[in-house]
């Protein structure tokens, strides 16, 4: 059984920072491409960054890069979401995604995305 599990969320002041970390268990972690993605109250779900299988391809949302970055551990089977200079936009549910397959053109879609974590809330106060 796939079990993804985020971390990390919490409520942070705009201008601060979190780390997010997904521990993955029950795939090929190693041959996985990961993804985070994010969907604010009334909004419709969107990518946030993902990455491949040994981290040399990292892609993100837009305007996301140069304050967001993702990376992960393939010894640990997590993968993480550091956030810098967060904003109040920046609230939202954050769910980690695995693809267990090579990377795809669409990374940035939601359907290419078999396996899903339950989200962790985070909260930018202004």
């Known amino acids: 059984q796939v079990q993804l599990v985020e971390s990390g969320g919490g409520l942070v002041q705009a201008g601060g920072s979190l780390r997010l970390s997904c521990a993955a268990s029950?795939?090929?972690?190693?041959?996985?491409?990961m993804g985070w993605f994010r969907q604010a109250p009334g909004k419709e779900r969107e990518v946030v960054a993902a990455?491949?299988?040994?981290?040399?391809?990292?892609n993100y949302g837009d305007s996301l890069k140069g304050r967001f970055t993702i990376s992960r551990d393939n010894a640990k089977n997590t993968v993480y979401l550091q956030m810098n200079s967060l904003k109040p936009e920046d609230t939202a549910v954050y769910y980690c995604?695995?693809?267990?397959?090579?990377?795809?053109?669409?990374?940035?879609?939601?359907?290419?995305?078999?396996?899903w974590g339950q989200g962790t809330q985070v909260t930018v106060s202004s």
């Open positions: 029950g795939l090929t972690f190693s041959t996985s491409v």
């Open positions: 995604a695995a693809r267990p397959n090579s990377w795809s053109s669409s990374w940035y879609s939601s359907p290419e995305y078999r396996y």
């Open positions: 990455i491949s299988w040994r981290g040399s391809t990292t």
